[in-house]
């Protein structure tokens, strides 16, 4: 099961990264959170962007990885994307696992689904099952603040 982790910055470098894919298909994206932490994200062709935004040098990014996943042990640290999420002012991006009642895994946000809500896979085709105990990229704007905080989301993504 993937524990979904996540670093928040400023986007410093992007690179070329070689690896057997081919020579331009992965990048390296430095990250700093201006608090002296530094991240390297290993940028896949299978990493998701969303809104499949372009993202450049000074671009404020979430990055998300599996904390479980194993890691080389340097520093900068280097883990490999599976969501980057470009920051907006206009809306709020969750990544995680959401059990049967659409509570988060760590507890922080309860889903209300409404007939408005677009539930869409990663290639933005119709998702028509239930998206409760899976993996998800929630995109909500206002939430409670009750604990779970809640919210309507604009858009689910099903991470397949």
């Known amino acids: 099961m993937i524990k979904f982790l996540a670093f928040r910055g400023t986007v410093t470098m992007i690179s070329d990264f070689m690896e057997s894919s081919g020579e331009g298909c992965t990048k390296l994206m430095t990250v700093d959170n201006g ?51 470009k920051d ?35 290639n933005g085709q119709p998702f028509t099952k239930n998206p409760a105990s899976r993996n998800l990229i929630v995109i909500y704007g206002p939430a409670t603040k009750s604990i779970p905080a809640q919210t309507t989301p604009y858009r689910i993504i099903v991470w397949c």
């Open 88 to 122: 907006s002012t206009y809306q709020t991006v969750k990544v995680d696992y959401f059990d049967h009642q659409l509570v988060s895994s760590d507890g922080s946000l309860r889903l209300n689904l409404s007939p408005y809500t677009q539930i869409v896979l990663t």
């Open 35 to 85: 608090a002296g932490m530094i991240v390297n994200f290993v940028v896949t062709p299978q990493t998701y962007f969303v809104d499949h935004t372009v993202v450049a040098i000074g671009d404020q990014v979430t990055g998300y990885y599996d904390g479980n996943a194993p890691v080389p042990l340097i520093y900068p640290p280097q883990y490999r994307a599976l969501v980057i999420v």
